[in-house]
């Protein structure tokens, strides 16, 4: 019987970094190994029952993720995943901005394949690694029957793509799902499922077609910003934001979104003149609960970084998205 496909594709990160020094955890440049050098590193990846096939899409430090890649990513996801053979995909991506890839990518594909997101906290040189065995837990988890959904894996946890979020600055086990918790485990290879895959909303496919189109044609990206509602907050980033011709602004809110009132009312003004405007919280865990008479929509329950991609889709998705 013909073994099923895993596509390994490369983006860079730390999975991918070297140091001069085996004991230097951070003063290392990411993104210096190809793909192909990532899976040799893993002798147990070509005694797996799947056939690897790798292609390097991106080599660059995750912190400096654009709009060009994502663009490139999501039109080669939906390429392998359209192949019956493909089983399903694993991308190695820096830690840093993983999650919002994550959710780019299950917003627009929400794919009925699992499609692994892995990164590593130190580089390849590592005297002790966490990349390869990141590597060979996200082909396993590809690999399990039923798996679907964009997902990511590190130090041996599962995540959901609308869940994952880095909150540690260099420890292995770097990501969290917040209250939801943890999609799995893998244990030795296997998998310990903790709840149900992440489901892709109806309609989605079609919509993420659109998407993708327009992404090709409407070479420019509409501007969606982040600001921050602190202590001491006034307007004047968000009028220079709106003068600027923003299209849209997330706010992380303290606590349940709540705002400045200098804030606020520079984004209720932005919204006013036709700036989409979305609630987010700054708070890690926990989700903004709206009421009724909320002026300004809450994100869903997304972080600021992840909402502020879903108001990106919606903008282009928009026909009246700028050409
Ligand atoms: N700056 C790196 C990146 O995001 C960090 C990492 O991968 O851990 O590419």
Redesign the pocket.
Same mark, same amino acid.
């Given at each position: 019987m013909d073994r099923k496909k895993i596509v390994v594709l490369g983006t860079?990160? /730390?999975?991918a970094?070297t140091a001069a020094s085996a004991s230097d955890h951070l003063g290392y440049t990411?993104?210096q190994l190809g793909v192909v050098q990532l899976v040799a590193a893993v002798p147990a990846l070509a005694a797996g029952p799947w056939e690897l096939l790798t292609e390097q899409l991106a080599q660059?430090?995750?912190?400096?993720?654009d709009f060009d890649i994502w663009a490139r990513l999501v039109r080669r996801v939906s390429h392998h995943l359209a192949q019956a053979d493909v089983q399903g995909m694993v991308i190695t991506?820096? /830690?840093? /901005?993983?999650e919002e890839t994550a959710w780019f990518l299950q917003a627009l594909l929400g794919p009925d394949k699992p499609v692994v997101l892995t990164?590593?906290?130190r580089p390849a040189t590592a005297l002790a690694p966490d990349g390869p065995q990141n590597l060979l837990d996200a082909v396993a988890v590809a690999s399990h029957p039923g798996a679907c959904g964009v997902l990511a894996v590190c130090a041996g946890v599962v995540h959901g793509a609308r869940e994952v979020q880095k909150v540690h600055t260099y420890r292995l086990d770097?990501f969290s799902s917040g209250d939801a918790g943890p999609l799995a485990y893998v244990e030795n290879g296997g998998l310990r499922l903790l709840r149900n895959w992440p489901a892709a909303p109806a309609g989605q496919a079609q919509t993420a077609m659109k998407n993708i189109a327009n992404l090709g044609e409407k070479r420019r990206w509409p501007r969606v910003d982040i600001v921050l509602s602190h202590a001491g907050a006034d307007g004047a980033v968000v009028r220079a934001l709106v003068a600027d011709g923003v299209r849209g602004l997330v706010v992380a809110g303290t606590g349940n979104g709540s705002l400045h009132h200098a804030l606020e009312s520079a984004l209720l003004q932005a919204q006013a003149a036709g700036v989409k405007v979305v609630r987010a919280t700054r708070c890690l865990e926990g989700r903004v609960l709206s009421s009724p008479d909320d002026a300004l929509a809450d994100s869903q329950g997304l972080s600021p970084v992840k909402a502020r991609i879903s108001l990106l889709l919606e903008l282009l998705a928009a026909s009246d998205a700028p050409a």
């Amino acid at each position: 019987m013909d073994r099923k496909k895993i596509v390994v594709l490369g983006t860079g990160g /730390t999975i991918a970094g070297t140091a001069a020094s085996a004991s230097d955890h951070l003063g290392y440049t990411a993104a210096q190994l190809g793909v192909v050098q990532l899976v040799a590193a893993v002798p147990a990846l070509a005694a797996g029952p799947w056939e690897l096939l790798t292609e390097q899409l991106a080599q660059v430090d995750s912190k400096d993720m654009d709009f060009d890649i994502w663009a490139r990513l999501v039109r080669r996801v939906s390429h392998h995943l359209a192949q019956a053979d493909v089983q399903g995909m694993v991308i190695t991506h820096g /830690t840093d /901005t993983l999650e919002e890839t994550a959710w780019f990518l299950q917003a627009l594909l929400g794919p009925d394949k699992p499609v692994v997101l892995t990164c590593a906290m130190r580089p390849a040189t590592a005297l002790a690694p966490d990349g390869p065995q990141n590597l060979l837990d996200a082909v396993a988890v590809a690999s399990h029957p039923g798996a679907c959904g964009v997902l990511a894996v590190c130090a041996g946890v599962v995540h959901g793509a609308r869940e994952v979020q880095k909150v540690h600055t260099y420890r292995l086990d770097a990501f969290s799902s917040g209250d939801a918790g943890p999609l799995a485990y893998v244990e030795n290879g296997g998998l310990r499922l903790l709840r149900n895959w992440p489901a892709a909303p109806a309609g989605q496919a079609q919509t993420a077609m659109k998407n993708i189109a327009n992404l090709g044609e409407k070479r420019r990206w509409p501007r969606v910003d982040i600001v921050l509602s602190h202590a001491g907050a006034d307007g004047a980033v968000v009028r220079a934001l709106v003068a600027d011709g923003v299209r849209g602004l997330v706010v992380a809110g303290t606590g349940n979104g709540s705002l400045h009132h200098a804030l606020e009312s520079a984004l209720l003004q932005a919204q006013a003149a036709g700036v989409k405007v979305v609630r987010a919280t700054r708070c890690l865990e926990g989700r903004v609960l709206s009421s009724p008479d909320d002026a300004l929509a809450d994100s869903q329950g997304l972080s600021p970084v992840k909402a502020r991609i879903s108001l990106l889709l919606e903008l282009l998705a928009a026909s009246d998205a700028p050409a």
